[in-house]
């Protein structure tokens, strides 16, 4: 029991902060909505294409925080902390020169992206410029994604909950100036997100480059360090992308399934996400420790804490689901005043906190086999969930248009596409083939 104590104690120091940084992320958002929302009803439209392209393209770069993580864990575990800040260095390396890369690609093909999002007249150019004025803070952006992941591999979630709001209250500040008080317009908005990111980006090298340099780290990077990273990344990258092809295709079927059920479906999709912030801050601890504890060659430790996190994402995902059954009757009034969709909304979040559980394990083992660095299997495991998904998925088009087609699609995507994920996870991490590698 005292043991169990000890490791909980490890679990929430890493995983309340990690949380807060999270929650970070989609206030951003939110304040670039609500103070372009204003504007009119071109620049809202246009600001949302805008952000759909910026945030899919960071999100497929989440793997710089991921492969981070673990290799400076595992040097951290094992006392090497030159090399800890040696992979640290690389990582961050590797993120300037990806954001530099697809920061300009990204600025060259935003009219082509545009156009193939459907955007026409005012809200294709507002749209543009969004996505190009963003574009300088592109590899700032994944910047801080690296040394996110650095200092969680340090075993250091507090910082980053620190850097995050104050970049919170900092964009918004800057946007407000740009967009009103220079009468930028749309631009302002972008424009304030990227200073933003650069000031916390500098934060960010201003605290790890002296660190560094303590433990005898040349600042320049070793190009097979880069390439080491950018090895496990692309394997992280193609977990991701599986998992985004996977929303992507939930929402075309949605589509087709009338105004009403995609609707509903979004309101439910957004209070999953929502949800799963609690349940992604376990897979953060969960990847720190993990990979420190392999570093230390800790196995009955790793283990433990497998197994004391295994079993806390179960009942965060019942209290989770608890709160979302409650909430169900209630939560559509909050988003719609259509009693159609509102109906909708309440079976399919039924459906959604039925499955909390399940989510619960998905994030945790997620996160503890990325920790170990176990790259290449997730994303293989990603590519036979998403085959599992795809017949469950064309299999709900065949539901009648309203409570049967939303119950249909989250039984898929919330019951089906989970289990699949949590079947692969969990055979892989009751072998021990992942602590070696």
């Not at 650095?150 to 850097?163: A, F, I």
């Not at 433990?215 to 394997?235: D, I, K, R």
């Not at 990847?287 to 009955?300: F, H, M, P, S, Y």
Request: charged share 10%; glycine share 12%; proline share 3%.
């Amino acid at each position: 029991m005292t043991q169990h104590r000890g490791i909980g104690r490890k679990i929430l120091a890493l995983a309340i902060p990690a949380l807060g940084a999270l929650i970070a992320e989609p206030l951003f958002l939110m304040a670039d909505t609500a103070i372009v929302g204003h504007l009119g009803v071109s620049e809202l439209a246009g600001a949302g294409l805008g952000t759909a392209v910026v945030h899919t393209t960071v999100g497929l770069m989440i793997f710089l925080a991921y492969s981070t993580t673990p290799a400076v864990a595992r040097h951290f575990g094992a006392h090497r902390l030159h090399q800890a800040y040696a992979a640290g260095r690389d990582g961050v390396w590797l993120a300037l020169i990806v954001g530099a890369i697809l920061g300009v690609v990204l600025w060259i093909a935003a009219p082509w992206l545009v156009s193939l999002m459907g955007g026409h007249d005012d809200v294709a150019r507002f749209a543009i410029d969004y996505i190009r004025w963003s574009m300088p803070g592109l590899p700032a952006m994944l910047l801080v994604l690296a040394a996110t992941g650095v200092l969680r591999g340090l075993q250091d979630t507090k910082t980053p909950l620190y850097v995050a709001a104050v970049g919170f209250g900092t964009n918004i500040g800057l946007n407000v100036l740009f967009v009103y008080g220079l009468g930028m317009s749309v631009a302002g908005s972008a424009l304030g997100t990227s200073v933003t990111q650069w000031g916390m980006a500098l934060a960010y090298l201003w605290m790890l480059i002296p660190r560094a340099q303590e433990h005898s780290v040349n600042l320049a990077p070793t190009w097979s360090g880069v390439l080491g990273m950018a090895h496990v990344g692309g394997w992280l990258m193609l977990r991701t992308l599986t998992l985004r092809v996977g929303i992507l295709a939930t929402v075309f079927v949605a589509t087709g399934q009338g105004a009403a059920t995609l609707a509903a479906h979004q309101v439910i999709f957004t209070l999953f996400t929502f949800m799963a912030f609690a349940l992604d801050a376990l897979a953060i601890a969960a990847q720190a420790l993990i990979g420190k504890e392999l570093g230390a060659g800790d196995v009955g430790e790793v283990r433990s804490l497998t197994r004391v996190m295994t079993r806390w994402g179960i009942y965060f995902g019942l209290f989770t689901g608890l709160v979302l059954a409650i909430a169900a009757p209630f939560a559509g009034r909050l988003f719609t005043s259509d009693p159609d969709v509102q109906a909708l909304i309440t079976v399919g979040v039924w459906v959604l906190a039925a499955s909390q559980p399940l989510c619960g394990v998905v994030f945790v083992l997620d996160g503890v086999l990325i920790g170990a660095g176990d790259a290449r299997y997730l994303a293989l495991a990603g590519v036979i969930a998403l085959a599992v998904y795809a017949p469950l998925l064309w299999l709900t088009t065949l539901a009648a248009p309203g409570a049967g087609a939303i119950i249909a699609i989250w039984l898929a995507f919330a019951v089906g596409y989970m289990a699949a994920r949590a079947a692969t996870l969990w055979l892989r991490a009751r072998t021990d083939v992942w602590m070696k590698i």
